[in-house]
């Protein structure tokens, strides 16, 4: 059973940097994009930032040129190098990964339980 593991959270001042971490424990017969998401208290989860196998990225618009998301695919890990943090980044992160388990299975995502991020004034 595939799963991602995420880690890295905690409690940061304003101003500081955090850095997560998303490692998928089981097996994947193919590995496609993996995400960064993050739901805030009452608000929906959005995207915070994306990776394809190839390397190319994308970022919510909030957090562009503030954070850094980066795979290691030997290791099937997922990193977001956040700085510069703000009471708005506050929220649980989520890493995302899409893929396939098998060949004949079709491709899914798959959801860590989340990590929260407590960021202070």
């Known amino acids: 059973q595939v799963q991602p593991v995420e880690s890295g959270g905690g409690l940061v001042q304003a101003g500081g940097s955090l850095r997560l971490s998303c490692s998928i424990s089981g097996s994947m017969f193919r590995l496609d994009s993996m995400s960064w998401f993050r739901q805030a208290p009452g608000k929906q989860r959005e995207l915070v930032a994306a990776?394809?196998?190839?390397?190319?990225?994308n970022y919510a618009d909030s957090v562009k040129a503030r954070f850094t998301i980066s795979r290691d695919n030997t290791k099937n890990t997922m990193y977001l190098q956040m700085n510069s943090l703000t009471p708005e980044d506050t929220g649980v992160y989520y890493c995302?990964?899409?893929?396939?388990?098998?060949?004949?299975?079709?491709?899914?995502?798959?959801w860590g339980q989340g990590t929260q991020v407590t960021v202070s004034s």
């Open positions: 990776i394809t196998t190839g390397g190319s990225t």
């Open positions: 995302n990964v899409r893929g396939k388990e098998g060949f004949g299975y079709s491709p899914r995502d798959y």
